[in-house]
């Protein structure tokens, strides 16, 4: 058996006769015996084969944050500022979760623990519970806007709120009731990829193709310059990309499947795909209701599927569905990641058993979490009259707020010898991870600003 | 080899062969219960911590003021 950095801080060695054998084990076993066999043979198509095997995590986390809020964050900024400095903007954004993801993985195929596992015990539970703290409420927050968007996209077809959520709460029953990582991975890849229904709505709206080159290239235009609400929506299109929940997920989804530092380079692969179609999944639904900008149309109240409304005059019904479904598809899948995040959270703290290849009668704590956390928020979602795009964007803004802390306790361990072994992170990211955790701090910063003193940005040149 | 009454019930001998032939010793969910050491925390690393743990906190109050300020 090869043994990893934290043989050297662990108790060794560990007796085997204390080594108890469960159906978590023994279902990773047989994954890893497929992925053995796939990188022992040569060719394009074994090499295939082995990607095929070991992506997962990275795709369903970066796919799973195209979330409902997201994608409304991304729509009302087409809409509020039609083609231009965004568009660049979310690009660099996912570049930023490529490099904060890629951390994640690397520490959890290196040391094969969940985020909030190796937080409580390499920094104590004082700062643990700090970090449990913020998760919980993020994850939670962030749950009841999924079903927001559950809840508006259904409606577009007619779908009454009680139905959307209950049939939700279905769904995310028959996504984890497989027992088995890997087909609950498999079955959510597919689901996921369904994010893509944003490109062929783009498409529809016959972009000017000039106008969305000329922003990548200058950043511009920015209309309305620097402003509280370019902010908020700057501040929701991060909270849209790099969130807490992601570091937690993708870190646990990392070990529950399996991966070892043999794995490294093809998670950072399927880190980077993901990233990629997420990206171009943002900037489709941006394109998508940039006529709205165009038209002088007023998307301040819209939830998701007022977008679709608001758009069936300019792409048609069949368009207009596309994005509905789309809206739905994102609040699904990431109602399913994230419930799973705080799961995979609570077992780690609570050291109960925790994977989605336990049997209910084995994981009933995990389960029982997952299943709590939906339900609690697809019931607050019932509440009438809650202003609903406003919540989405707040939500957004409040992830980015705690990112930085986040992130420091992410920077750390990837940095951690002792924990890592020589798989620490190297000198060009860490410049990168800090340019980043800089960038967030300021942009909040900023934020508060605008708040307390909205005439600095009068000064500025905004208005 | 794990003694037999440790082994889950279901599991049998050729389960815990591939297990132990294929998984890394800490990929074994039974081991994953010891505790990895602390570390100890510099002045610098706690100075950071505590920074971002208040700029948290004020940013929270700043998002709640600006609900109320919206609401109003």
Sequence with gaps: MNLGPLSRITPQPVPQDDVVITHEDVDRAHDRVRVSAARAQRGAFSKFRLLWLLVGPGILVMLGENDGPSMISYAATGARFGIGFFIPFVILTFCMAIVVQEMTMRLGSATHRGHAELIFDRFGPFWGWFSMIDLGIGNFLTLITEFIAIRAGLGFFGVPPWAAVGSALVFLCLAVMMHRYWTWERTLLAIAVFNLVFVPVALLTHPNWHSVGSALVTWKPLPGGLTQDTLIIVLADIGATVTPWMLFFQQSATVDKGLTRKDIHLGRIDTVVGAALAATAAVATIIATAPLFAHHMTAENFQGAEFAQALQPLIGRFGAALFAIGIVEAGMVASVTISISSAYAFGEVARRPHSLNLPVAQGKAFYSVLFLCAATAGAIVLIPGLPLVYVVLLVNVVAVLAMPPALVFLFMLANDREVMGDLVSPRWANILATGVVVFLTLAGLLFGISVIAPNVFAFLGGK | ?72
């Design chain 2, 1 to 72: 080899m794990p003694s037999k009454d440790k082994v889950h019930s279901a599991i049998t001998s050729s389960d815990q062969k591939l297990v132990l032939s294929s998984l890394e010793p800490e990929q074994l969910a039974g081991l994953k219960k010891h505790l990895i050491p602390r570390r100890q925390l510099s002045g610098l690393e706690k100075f950071v911590m505590w920074s971002l743990r208040i700029y948290l906190l004020f940013m929270i109050v700043v998002v709640i003021y600006q609900v109320w300020a919206s609401l109003h």
